[in-house]
């Protein structure tokens, strides 16, 4: 449903628009596949993909425009461009507001509003970090990202994550995604040792059957071990981390 060559010439301008966009860095057989199914396959492709590698940029010049695409058409705006869907139960409202972050949002949306690319290459800082560190609470569920400089092994790349802070989790996670940005080549089966915003710490991969499964978390570990001060502003939609 919905190849991309369909929505060349529909009728919302902005999804229009993001289909031309991606379609002019699509490749021939591209314009056939469901847009869904498109952006999962270049999802999946980018997380292959080398840090610095110039393909990341191609990737995601088609990312952006059909991530776009699929949250107006299947979330922020109509959910079938044809007719509406019936409402959801509330079950199923609950669960899709407890999934409603995923990676790509930390690609597009998060990384404008942090003014920092998600997983891009940043210098090592030094030991104990950068504090006060600022964030914003994204989306309806306001949920709290900040951007913290990350490094496996000081022999390894650093790179810029950005982090949901759940104190309801016990340590720290990053997605597979993440774990390949830094450098890993497989994915620790265990915790291992890390180092975020220049604080040693564990961190393991995000528990894949959990609501977030590709979403880096700032757990309780961590929070608790530079005595973290979180400060929450709801008006003005931020997060405040400061280390006591």
């Known amino acids: 449903m919905y190849p991309l060559k369909d929505l060349l010439h529909n009728s919302d301008p902005q999804i229009a628009r993001a289909a031309a966009d991606a379609a002019s860095n699509a490749q021939p057989d591209m314009m ?17 993909v080398p840090d610095r590698d110039p393909e990341l940029s191609c990737l995601d010049s088609m990312i952006i425009p059909l991530t776009t695409i699929t949250r ?54 030094e030991e104990g970090g950068v504090w006060p560190v600022e964030g914003v ?7 709290p990202l900040v951007c913290l400089p ?3 092994r000081a022999s390894m790349p650093c790179v810029n994550v950005i982090y949901l802070v759940d104190t309801g989790a016990p340590m720290c996670e990053l997605s597979p995604t993440a774990f390949s940005a830094l450098g890993s080549d497989v994915v620790p089966p265990q915790a291992t040792r ?30 608790t071990s530079i005595g973290a001060v979180v400060t929450v502003d709801y008006r003005q939609g931020t997060i405040s981390l400061r280390r006591s």
């Open 32 to 48: 056939d596949i469901p847009v869904q199914q498109l952006l999962y396959q270049l999802v999946e492709r980018r997380s292959d």
């Open 137 to 143: 609470l994204w989306g309806p569920c306001k949920r």
């Open 72 to 125: 107006r058409m299947f979330s922020a705006g109509p959910y079938n461009i044809v007719q509406d869907s019936p409402p959801s139960s509330p079950e199923a409202q609950e669960g899709s507001m407890l999934q409603d972050l995923k990676e790509l949002n930390l690609y597009q949306q998060a990384s404008g509003l942090l003014d920092v690319k998600y997983l891009s290459a940043t210098p090592a800082v």
């Open 194 to 223: 890390g180092f975020i915003n220049g604080v040693r710490c564990h961190v393991q991969l995000c528990a894949q059957d959990g609501n977030h499964p590709d979403i880096p978390v700032l757990g309780a570990d961590y929070l």
């Open 150 to 152: 990350t490094q496996l």
